[in-house]
């Protein structure tokens, strides 16, 4: 019988030896060209998301008590550009694209087992 523990450290082990020799990857590449690809591998990790940003300094904009009212005649149009580059700009990260592949996944095998 195999013991559990061992098993188990050899599991660590390989974990351990994968995330050092992706480490070791990435800053090979970084080490490329430090300021391209970092901005790049970057972005994989953490995407802009300028529709956001947009959101929001437009609500701030449309709150701020001003006589005038520019600053509401502006607020609204940019609450209404970032909705729509929230719908049309792709800010996927790395970690949603394996959320979506986790989920897509279990329900193929949940169509499989009901299916047999």
Request: hydrophobic share 35%.
């Amino acid at each position: 019988m195999v013991d559990h523990l061992k098993a188990r450290l050899d599991k660590l082990r390989k974990i351990h030896e994968t995330t050092t020799r992706r480490a070791s990857y990435y800053s090979d590449i970084a080490k490329i060209d430090p300021d391209h690809h970092r901005r790049h591998l970057g972005a994989l990790q953490k995407a802009p998301a300028p529709g956001k940003k947009l959101q929001k300094v437009g609500f701030l904009m449309l709150w701020v008590p001003e006589p005038t009212g520019v600053t509401c005649a502006i607020g609204g149009p940019m609450i209404l550009a970032g909705r729509y580059l929230d719908k049309k700009y792709n800010g996927s990260t790395i970690h949603d694209i394996g959320h979506e592949t986790k989920n897509t996944l279990s329900s193929i095998s949940d169509f499989k087992k009901s299916v047999f």
